[in-house]
């Protein structure tokens, strides 16, 4: 008896076959999921344990009230106020530096794209214990002319981030033709600044937020090279409080985390948002018979 019509042989096989591709794909994102949520469940946990056994929220109120929090723990506020202005200051000076030297040297030096590469990427091939040695001559002039404030960490932080936001940029620029866009722009008589600011940064956002995302999260979980430079930020400001009170340095560490998912999640929302009104925006490529009405007439 054959089979009945328009039913293929293989469909049930290829059936099964995918149901069990989505049932291993669902068991990996469990066992990567538990993996990786059961340190901060434990974490919680650890910020609630009080006297006798009995679960409080005593430290979580702590660290709403600021005031309270300043009093007690002046370090700690401090250490988050140099971090949140580190990651600006980061952020601003990375893009400042990067942004337009890749725009340019794309434009104008290719033959510089190597070098510019290398220098980049350096950073990543140095131990941050090796940078610290090189870094603490400068720094010494740094802190006679600029004075010991934790923020003059921004250049130090700048140097650190090369190699991720070089990647990053690296991969949107690559993605439209600059030169194209840039000779287009100044065709209609826009200056480099707004070539820079109104052309190429738009069509790059996704490239810049990835690469500004890379640097807070650095910003943020940096600890060596404040640390031997005698400086303070978020993460030296944590292990000082951790010999103090442990249960206020895990609460702390555990909403340092927890900031960075939500810059993740705000990350994917604000380039996935960026992609659909692309798509939604792209026009379909005219058909011949529609294209012919729009060819200039030839005068015979």
């Known amino acids: 008896m054959g089979d009945a ?3 293929q042989p293989g469909n049930g096989l290829r059936h099964r076959r995918r149901r069990a591709q989505t049932i291993q794909r669902w068991i990996v994102v469990a066992v990567l999921g538990t993996f990786f949520l059961l340190p901060l469940v434990a974490m919680a946990e650890f910020t609630t344990r009080g006297t006798q056994g009995r679960r409080n929220l005593d430290t979580w109120r702590l ?27 980061t952020v601003v000076m990375m893009l400042v530096i990067l942004v337009p030297t890749m725009v340019w040297v794309r434009l104008r030096l290719p033959w510089l794209s190597r070098p510019l590469e290398f220098i980049c990427l350096l950073p990543l091939t140095i131990p941050a214990i090796v940078l610290v040695v090189g870094l603490a001559p400068v720094y010494a002039w740094v802190a006679y002319f600029l004075g010991p404030s934790s923020l003059t960490l921004v250049f130090a932080y700048t140097v650190l981030v090369l190699p991720y936001a070089y990647r990053a940029l690296d991969a949107g620029l690559s993605g439209i033709d600059v030169k194209t866009l840039s000779e287009a722009a100044r065709s209609l008589g826009a200056g480099w600044a707004t070539v820079m600011w109104r052309v190429v940064v738009p ?3 996704s490239a810049v937020v990835s690469a500004s ?5 650095l910003v943020l979980g940096e600890f060596t090279v404040a640390n031997l430079l005698s400086r303070n930020n978020l993460q030296v400001a944590i292990n000082l409080l951790g010999k103090r009170d442990a249960g206020v340095s895990v609460a702390v560490s555990l909403t340092a985390l927890l900031l960075a998912f939500a810059l993740l999640i705000v990350f994917f929302l604000v380039t996935g948002s960026g992609r659909r009104r692309r798509v939604r925006g792209a026009r379909p490529p005219l058909s011949a018979s529609a294209a012919a009405p729009l060819a200039p007439a030839v005068p015979t």
């Open 203 to 205: 069509n790059v956002r």
């Open 5 to 7: 019509p328009g039913i």
């Open 63 to 89: 660290l709403v009230n600021f005031g309270q929090l300043n009093v007690d723990y002046p370090q700690l506020v401090d250490g988050v106020k140099m971090s949140a202005g580190l990651v600006c200051l």
């Open 213 to 217: 995302f890379l640097t807070i999260t």
